[in-house]
Each structure stands twice: as structure tokens, then as C-alpha cells.
């Protein structure tokens, strides 16, 4: 007979991810007690029955109220902890972090402390949890290129360790055309390019970033499917999507997980990885977003292989360290 061995999850990167959105509603309120903040929920069960979002919208709206609970450094460095903690045993030896320092400056958080409580974190990830980290610095597109500007101007001059910048936020009505000059300042700067396309925007936001932005990476991008000329494009270049399963059913972008088109963006040639983006309101971290795809899906090991080698392929680490994941 067969001894049942734990599975052992497949080495993967996480390129789509939101430290705020890794947020757990335990961590909500004990961050809120700390600080003295009085949460609008009476406590933890009042606060899950929030967690039913209809749209994209509907889910910022939280996720921009329980920012509230983070004041300090230091809840900042707890909040990443907790995340890297999780991360490791879901398999990830890898990830790219992505954190929105608007969000936090519009609260009258600063800057420093909302860099530093992370990259601090982030600067011993491979010793101490077995993760190699790049921060990103994302920015909301429904605030002005101005502002972003002003932002990255920011964290260039206190020489923040960020390695590549973002855009997210209500992808409707803030075309990447918007942030042109926001992504040559930061191509100038040496930093690594991508952005939220295609989650709930057309597909021709897919092909605004890559023409108008010089995007290297594609956060989302399954309306990628509403075009052929595009998908063609997008294989033979290579471009790497970060898809989010969990996050496109739980925000309504696909109606069931088995209606979900990665299937076919496998089939198609894309190269597409699986991540889990705001992990603390989606239903599952990395390894939630796999087992769950499986059990729609009959994935073949084949697959599974791929989306695995193909995160690790289309991400900024170094060329030794993708090798040393390989
Ligand atoms: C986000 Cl799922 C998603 N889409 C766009 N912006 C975001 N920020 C955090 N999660
Ligand atoms: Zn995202």
C-alpha cells in the first residue's frame, strides 16, 4: 500500500502581490487596540461579513478603510511578517511585493515609516524565511500623475530600496496613458516596470501599457483573451501576466472559478504564473489559489510545472538566484 506523503508545494515566485491586502482581520484588530483606533465593526464577525465585494470598487473601499489600523514602523514590520510567514509554507521562495505609499501618505503616515517598516523586514526575507524580496512601489491611478510623481521623486531622494514600480487601484476611467511620464522617470531611475492591466479594463489598457508605459510585466490581463492580435503579441513577446484566480472570481471578473480562462491562456501559449494579490480578502495565499485551480481544473503535473517555472522566469531576481530556484 501507498504511504500518504504531504505534498510538497512546487518552488514558486509571487509576482502579484499587496502587502495591505495581506492584512488578516485578526492582525485588523489587534493592530486597531494597539494603536487606540476604534474600528466601525463591533469585532471579527462583523468585520468577515464585509468580505463580499460585487466589483473592484467594492473591495478598495475596505481595503483602504482597515489601512486605518497602520500608524507605525512597526505595524508596518508586523504586517510583513506575517505575510512572509504564511508565504513560506505555501512554497514561495520568491516574491515581489508591492505596497501603496499614497494610501498611507493621504493618512498622514510617513513616508519613511511606511518604507521602512517593510524593507526592513524585507532585507533579511532570504535568512531568515527562505524568501528572496523586491519592493514595489505602486501607484494609484486614480490620483493624479502628479501626485505619483511627487512620490517617486520621494523615494529616489531617500533612496528607498525599491526595484520596480506599479499601478493599481480603479483601473476604469485611469488609462496607463495617464502615467506616461510618471513610468520614464521611473525607467530613468534604473527601476523595473510593471502594471495592473486588463483585470477589469479593456484589453487595448494592455496594450497602452506595453506601447505607452514600456511595461516589462502585466499585472492581471485576462481580458487579454477579447484579443486575438494581442494574445499573439503577448506570446511571442513573452510577456509575463501575473494571473490572480481567487481575487478575479471574488471580484466578480469571472463568474466561477471554472469559468476562469487560465486554462486557456495556458492552452494559448501565454505565460502566465498564479498569485494571489490581497491574499487576507480573496480566500487563499499562493497555495489556496493552486489547490483550489486543481480541484476545478484537472491540471496536468505538466502544467503545474510551468506556471511554477514561468513565475520564477518572469521575475526581477537576479539570474543567479531564478537558477538557484530552477
Ligand atoms: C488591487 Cl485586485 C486589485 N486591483 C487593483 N488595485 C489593487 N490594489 C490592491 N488590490
Ligand atoms: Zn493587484
Redesign the pocket.
Known sequence: AETAVPAKPLPVAEL???IE?TLQPELIFALAERNGITLPYSGLDELRQKYEFTDLQSFLDLYYANMAVLQTEQDFADMTRAYLERAAAAGVRHAEI?MDPQAHLSRGIPLEACVKGVASVLATSEEEYGISTILIA?FLRDLPEDSALEVLGRLLAMNAPIGAI?L?SAEVGNPPSKFERLYAKAREAGLRLTA?AG?EGPASYIVDALDLLGVERI??GIRCMDDPDLVERLVDARIPL?V?PL?NVRLRAVDTLADHPLPAMLAAGLNVSV?S??PAYFGGYVDDNFAQLTAVFDLSDFDKARLAANSIHSSFASEERKAELL
Open positions: 502579484h502581490l499587496h491586502g508591492m505602486a506599479g493599481d495592473h483585470e499585472d492581471h501575473t490572480c481575487s498569485n494579490d490581497d
